[in-house]
């Protein structure tokens, strides 16, 4: 089967600072890939040059077999590509439903989707006309994560979406991620560093170290233990 996303031999950086370099991975329609690693390895690059904030320098990415060199972000998006950020991701003086609203192009179709995120995270349906800014750190990154998942995105890239939350949320968080994979057949790139929740919902899995892929593999039961081993060195 033909990878829904590939990258080939992908370098970029920041100015004269190559931040990744030579980094190849494929993920399958519909699987869930979890890409790990300490603070300052690359991780968040990796999506941002998926996305073409960072500049592609060398290599290739591709989605659905076509190049994504030279795409914008609003294609990107009428493509079926979703992001779930993790630093200033929510407009905080606007209210829900317009953090909501703002990943659609007008109204119409409004309603539908938000019935589809409210499946996920019932609490938004009674906070609509509440400021973003003024919901807990838990409830906004749900609201972050619904809104990426609006438009039913065939692909989904989220940075770090478990940082600081509680069990009970970051729970909520997998039970929505598997059920977008299990009744939208959507694939998931996950950057994270909470090994019990990326593993727990992941399929495959990527180590990365100084913007290399460093170890990499299926999901089984000695994993974890083998990815603790590289976050220590």
Known sequence: MAPKLSLSNVSSGY??????????LAIAPGQIFALMGKNGMGKTTVLKTIL??????SGDIRLDGASMSGVSQASLIASGVGYAPQEQALFQDLSVRDNLRLALRSDRGFAQAVERVYGHFPFLRERLSQRAGT????????LILGRALMLRPKLLLIDEI??????SVVERIAAALREERRTNGTTI??????????????????VLKLGRIDDAGDVTAGTAARVLQHLKI
């Open 15 to 24: 100015g004269p600072v190559a931040i990744i370099e030579a980094l190849s």
């Open 52 to 57: 073409g904030f960072v500049a592609l320098r």
């Open 135 to 142: 919901l807990s750190g838990g409830e906004q990154k749900m």
């Open 162 to 167: 478990s940082e600081g939350l509680q069990p």
């Open 189 to 206: 790139l996950i950057v994270e560093q909470n090994l019990p929740f990326a593993l727990g919902i992941a399929d495959s899995w990527a």
